[in-house]
């Protein structure tokens, strides 16, 4: 069973990757949206020279949607008040013309926005901000808070209805690729990853740099659209493995969804060789606490159960406040359900 952390800015430093390492996850996660290619780079050196065993996965961001880096304000936003949502092109005349500071420019061009017209909601931060979207007008998208917070460039936003099947890769995920292999990365990670179409040109893209670096990495998907899972099958027959970006699909698809999306995905990829690896709110509560709770135990053993080949922590590890507890009570409790799951079998089997 892979046991995932991902490195963010609790646990970049090289004491914080041995308790980790140390706690039992034979993976770490680099995430490129975040950081910069020299701290990435010493990270991966570290690792390297340290723990020869311990693989490295590099995670593209592909479609993610974000505010915009030229957002001139980090701001608090309440409940009822008015927002306007628009791309990086038309943000200084949207601050012109509506004369507030309650402008959130997205990271995505004007005719992206303008694709469709039919938004009703657009959430914040894997759906814990939320906007009901009053009005779509040629420049920008006019929404009323529902549920408040900060507001600062980079944030992931979530567009749900957002058309995405003339986007392509970004300059930034083929740059990216590159410096993946370059660094021989044992895995690389599409984000967003929704269509057939979209998984040829990762793979394009992987095998042209390729020649120059080497080494070739396995390749997975992340599933974080309703698109996404629709195409499941296709998806998964072109890569070595899927993760069930749970964090994303929130917003994406709706909270009480989860449980569904999950239970299919792992059918539908059951009699395969592909990783299924789940992320995101593995053990949330450890991230201020230093025991997890009963339902999250319950769900790691079910989905042990069901035939997942991995877990993936990101914001228990990058941004909690216990990482290497996190760490060790997933492997315990892997442990301690695969013994009992396997007793009288070899191995796990999938349900
Ligand atoms: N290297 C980093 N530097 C700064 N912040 C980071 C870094 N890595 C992660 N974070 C922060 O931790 C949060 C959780 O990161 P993680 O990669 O686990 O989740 P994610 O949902 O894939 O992130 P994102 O949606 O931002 O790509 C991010 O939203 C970001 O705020
Ligand atoms: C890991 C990730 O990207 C998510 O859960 O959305």
Redesign the pocket.
Known sequence: MNIIA?IGPRNCKPYAIDQIIKGGCNFVRI?LSHGNYDDIENTVLYIRKNYKDVKIIM?LQGNKIRVSKCLKDVFKITLGEIVYFCSEDDYECVLKEKRTSNIIPLNIKKQMILDNKGYKKIYMK?GTMEFDVLEVSKNYIKAMTKIGGIVRAEKGCNLPGINRTSWSMTKKDIHDISFALSNEADVICY?YCSYYNQCVEFKEAVFKSIKQFGKIPKLWG?I?TKEGIENIRQIANELDGI?I?????VPETGLFNIPLIQEKIIYTLKNTKKEIIV???VLSSMKYSVRPTISELTAIYNLLKSGITGF?L?GETTVGKNSSEVVKTLSASIKYYERILNKGTKKTKRL
């Open positions: 991902t995430n995670d894997d984000s992340k974080e993760v970006a749970r964090g994303d699909l992320a995101t709110s993936m990101t």
